[in-house]
């Protein structure tokens, strides 16, 4: 719950909400992107997800798409787009097999 405070004069002042940025590998159905969601102190990536608005913001977004390659300092992504998303620092190479 959010509180709201207001002084003489009759502005209100809201607390800040802390976030905690995590970066990210998206794959949508024709596009991957990798760039930064805000999540609260605690909360898991899956909850961002299941919670809020219809749309995921990504910021220092880069969108790849076949040769074609773009970037952003800010992209609204539909959270119905999303096929899978992962942390980067939990990404890692599958050893090549070579037998």
Do not use: C
């Not at 800040?16 to 590998?25: A, D, F, I, L, S």
């Not at 596009?31 to 609260?40: A, I, K, P, S, T």
Request: without cysteine.
């Amino acid at each position: 719950m959010m509180k709201t405070r207001y002084n003489h004069k009759g502005k209100f002042f809201t607390e800040v909400e802390t976030k905690v940025p995590m970066e990210v590998v998206i794959q949508t159905h024709q596009q991957q992107l990798r760039g930064q969601v805000y999540l609260r102190p605690g909360q898991r990536l899956l909850d961002a997800l299941n919670e809020g608005p219809h749309f995921l913001a990504v910021t220092g977004a880069r969108v790849e798409w076949g040769a074609e390659q773009l970037t952003t300092a800010f992209l609204a992504l539909n959270k119905h787009s999303i096929l899978w998303i992962a942390p980067v620092e939990e990404l890692q190479e599958d050893p090549q097999d070579d037998s």
